[in-house]
């Protein structure tokens, strides 16, 4: 099955059961804040379900944000004659999802979402990088197939993350001095130094 396949079984469903199905993350979070107080949000399990409905509307509304984005840019399709269901109402029930839960509890009481808004940005980045491909015409050479820009997408993506753990793998290497990386420890250190260097200049002891 392609992705054309998919989107045109998609489209043959009933655009109610789609929208419910879309919606419900959203609707979920919306009703939970009436089953635990305010201060309970970040506690087991209700973090936990918030995590997960996070992460139910986070990669439909990426995935409709890609189509769109692709459809815009490369297509040069008519925005008003695009799916609202499938291609609008993703992103804005990941967009109200995301608003809710914000209000609800803090990102940091969500276990994993750190991950998930990495890999959020790394498929932006991805898709920036796809889009300049294509606009440089280098995209032609390889076709302009919405798959075809999957696998580029997903060559930046690959290339992106192992870059980025390259790049950040010293703080785990053993032997690192620990105390070096104490935001703490280091601003004293220099805050000495520096008025070591003031009391030499000044020529004061």
């Given at each position: 099955?392609?992705?054309?396949?998919?989107?045109?079984?998609?489209?043959?469903?009933?655009?109610?059961?789609?929208?419910?199905?879309?919606?419900?993350?959203?609707?979920?979070?919306?009703?939970?804040?009436?089953?635990?107080?305010?201060?309970?949000?970040?506690?087991?399990?209700?973090?936990?379900?918030?995590?997960?409905?996070?992460?139910?509307?986070?990669?439909?509304?990426?995935?409709?944000?890609?189509?769109?984005?692709?459809?815009?840019?490369?297509?040069?399709?008519?925005?008003?004659?695009?799916?609202?269901?499938?291609?609008?109402?993703p992103i804005v029930?990941?967009?109200?999802?995301?608003?809710?839960?914000?209000?609800?509890?803090?990102?940091?009481?969500?276990?994993?979402?750190?991950?998930?808004?990495?890999?959020?940005?790394?498929?932006?980045?991805?898709?920036?990088?796809?889009?300049?491909?294509?606009?440089?015409?280098?995209?032609?050479?390889?076709?302009?197939?919405?798959?075809?820009?999957?696998?580029?997408?997903?060559?930046?993506?690959?290339?992106?993350?192992?870059?980025?753990?390259?790049?950040?793998?010293?703080?785990?290497?053993?032997?690192?001095?620990?105390?070096?990386?104490?935001?703490?420890?280091?601003?004293?250190?220099?805050?000495?130094?520096?008025?070591?260097?003031?009391k030499k200049d000044?020529?004061?002891?």
């Open positions: 099955m392609t992705l054309n396949d998919f989107l045109n079984r998609w489209q043959e469903l009933d655009w109610r059961w789609s929208a419910l199905i879309i919606l419900a993350p959203a609707i979920l979070a919306c009703l939970m804040g009436f089953l635990h107080g305010r201060e309970k949000a970040g506690q087991a399990p209700w973090n936990i379900v918030y995590s997960v409905l996070v992460y139910l509307i986070v990669f439909p509304g990426v995935f409709s944000f890609v189509l769109t984005a692709y459809s815009l840019f490369f297509l040069r399709t008519n925005l008003l004659k695009l799916n609202v269901v499938i291609y609008y109402l029930a990941m967009i109200i999802t995301l608003a809710v839960v914000r209000r609800r509890v803090a990102w940091n009481h969500l276990p994993g979402i750190d991950r998930l808004f990495s890999f959020v940005v790394l498929v932006a980045v991805s898709f920036v990088i796809a889009l300049a491909v294509e606009k440089t015409r280098i995209f032609l050479f390889f076709g302009g197939s919405f798959g075809t820009l999957v696998i580029v997408a997903l060559i930046c993506y690959v290339l992106l993350k192992v870059s980025w753990k390259n790049l950040f793998r010293i703080q785990d290497r053993p032997g690192t001095n620990q105390a070096s990386n104490e935001p703490g420890a280091v601003n004293i250190e220099k805050i000495k130094h520096e008025l070591e260097r003031i000044s020529g004061l002891s």
